[in-house]
């Protein structure tokens, strides 16, 4: 009866936290595994440099404002959020060639605020210090783990799940930390990507 109770009480653990498919998790892994990272795309609260080549009196540094807007001299206001500075900047030079000839625009990113929270990663269960930190480039689950302190005494490390929004839905992929951490197998030592939630249960007791 004790063995059957056990069981039935580690069966509900595992359904109460199911991994995704098989397919979707290596979808999402792949997805995020390429060498290019995404373009910035600006949003409301960035500050933006504007450069115009031999142009100094028409360069700016502007905020993008809530309506998605920024304001550049001689042709006024100008769509900036969900585009990148690149598509910024040549927006920008083919208003200003009504004004100037073969203008040379630059857009540079000095303020990422619309950024904050979006790109952040964070951990959270059974860890020393549950954290929301900025996203870095190369950071990985072992990574985030760290900046938490590491696990506590409670945590059944082989149960993680790393959460990652791919195509509109929440995938989840088991992580098996203590295999990284006692056993050096790093496979599921996965590189994070903004917006990655890692959760770390409790043991079962």
Excluded at 100 to 128: K, L, N, Y
């Amino acid at each position: 009866m004790f063995l059957t109770g056990m069981a039935v009480i580690l069966l509900a653990g595992c359904a109460a936290n199911p991994s995704s498919s098989p397919e979707r998790i290596q979808a999402a892994l792949n997805a995020s595994s390429g060498g290019d990272t995404p373009p910035y795309i600006l949003g409301a609260t960035d500050v933006v440099t504007v450069s115009v080549w031999r142009n100094p009196d028409l360069s700016t540094s502007v905020p993008v404002r809530p309506d998605g807007k920024i304001s550049v001299p001689l042709i006024g206001d100008v769509q900036a959020s969900g585009r990148a500075p690149q598509e910024l900047a040549k927006s920008i030079e083919v208003d200003l060639s009504s004004f100037i000839r073969e203008p040379q625009v630059s857009v540079v990113v000095t303020s990422m605020g619309s950024h904050e929270f979006t790109d952040r990663v964070r951990v959270t269960g059974a860890v020393a210090s549950p954290v929301s930190l900025p996203h870095r480039d190369g950071m990985t689950v072992l990574d985030l783990l760290l900046n938490a302190g590491g696990a506590n005494e409670f945590a059944a490390l082989n149960n993680a799940m790393l959460y990652r929004t791919f195509q509109g839905e929440i995938v989840a992929i088991p992580v098996r930390l203590d295999d990284i951490l006692s056993r050096g197998i790093i496979k599921t030592n996965y590189r994070m990507r903004p917006g990655d939630i890692l959760t770390i249960p409790e043991r079962n007791f």
